[in-house]
Structure formats: C-alpha cells, structure tokens
C-alpha cells in the first residue's frame, strides 16, 4: 500500500514553455501533498505544501507564479513549471501523506526529471 | 532556526557496519525519519522514531535520544546495493519535515 506515482517521469522542453507534473496517491487518501526539487548531489528542498482543496504554501524563495500548484482532489496534485528556464532543470519529486494516519511519514513518488533546453 | 546536521560522505567495507550519525535542533520535535535515496530515484522510507531507545528492523537499527538532538543508523553486514545516500529528517512543531543534507555512504569490496 501507499503507492505514489508521478508523471511524466522525464521531459525535455524549450526554454520558456510550461510543464506539468502530475502526483497521484494511488491507493490513499492524501490530504497534504509536498512538491520538492533536487539539484544533483544536493539534498532536497522543499518548495511548497498543498492541502486538498486549499491554496498552497510555497517556501521563502520560490515564486509561486511560476511554480503553479494545484490540488483539487485527494489523489491528485500537479505542479506546473510556467515559462521553463534552464535552470529549472532539475529532479522534482511528490510526497504525501495519508490522512488519518499516525505519524507524519511521507510516501515518495518516483520523481520527474525535467530538462528545460 | 532549524538545523540538522549528518556527515557529508561516509565510506566503509562490505560485509563491515556503519553508524551514520543526525544531531538537530528544531522548533518542536514530533518524530524522526531515515530515508535511503539511490542516485536519480527517488527516497525510500528506513525507520521512525518518536520515542528514546533503539529501533530494529533487520540489518537496520535506528536510535534516538530525544534530550540530546541526537540520532544514528546502524546498518549491519554492508552489501554493495547499501551504496546510496541517506536522509536524516525531523518533524517540527508544524508537522513539515525539515530534512539534513543528507550523508553519501560509499561502501568497498
């Protein structure tokens, strides 16, 4: 149980394009998603909470009019990188928690490798 | 402010066991996390603990001293496949995890 999955799992686009990644909670109710970006060799960064059904909360730094987040149900979460950049190029990986269950544990998706040429 | 600190890389022989040590300091503290996370994959859950005392699960052990900040991961009879990085991560107050940079274990014949 507790499957997240993400897609697409790559993408390559042109500079000043938009993406969308879609996070799904297969199997689960989630009603906190988490959206974070992993520059290679770093550790990851978290850049904004969603809550189902409620605006989300982006982290000092991130603009939130470009990293558009939405969570209108509770399996599914997208994050849509607006006007792509090459440096937005990065592993951008979903996580969610359950609701209802203990502890704070986190279920990771796969990740989407993003390409911005 | 939140802090956690791991080790930066770690080496150590197959067959052989390491302790990968997490000190933080955090707004709040409800629960601690070990994630492995494989070079382009994404983290996979390890161990909790919310409770002082040690955690066992297999090759695996996970301990936690609440009082001092402090955590490890023990892992036992090293495999070549325990190569990875392992994350270190901290629940605060508000429930987000806060998590460490993250320690890079190379493990050797």
């Known amino acids: 149980g507790a499957v997240v999955s993400q897609h697409p799992s790559w993408v390559i686009c042109k500079s000043g394009t938009s993406v969308k990644i879609e996070c799904r909670s297969l199997d689960f109710q989630a009603t906190t998603m988490f959206w974070y970006r992993q520059f290679p060799k770093q550790s990851l960064m978290l850049m904004a909470t969603s809550n189902e059904g409620s605006k989300a909360t982006y982290e000092q730094g991130v603009e939130k009019d470009k990293f558009l987040i939405n969570h209108a149900s509770l399996t599914l979460s997208t994050l849509t990188v607006t006007s792509a950049h090459p440096e937005d190029s990065s592993f951008y990986i979903c996580s969610a928690r359950e609701a209802d269950r203990d502890y704070n544990e986190q279920f990771f998706g796969p990740g989407t490798r993003l390409t911005v040429l | 402010g939140q802090n956690i600190d791991q080790p930066t890389e770690m080496t150590a022989t197959e067959g052989a066991i390491v302790q990968i040590n997490c000190t933080y300091q955090?707004?709040?503290?409800?629960?601690l996390f070990w994630y492995q996370q494989h070079a382009g994959e994404a983290p996979t859950f390890l161990s909790y603990n919310v409770l002082d005392g040690l955690e066992e699960k297999g090759r695996f052990s996970s301990f936690l001293s609440r009082s001092k900040g402090y955590s490890y991961l023990l892992l036992k009879e090293l495999q070549m496949k325990d190569s990875a990085s392992y994350l270190c991560a901290v629940t605060a107050s508000n429930y987000q995890l806060i998590w460490g940079a993250g320690t890079k274990l190379i493990i050797k014949p």
């Open positions: 955090t707004s709040g503290f409800n629960g």
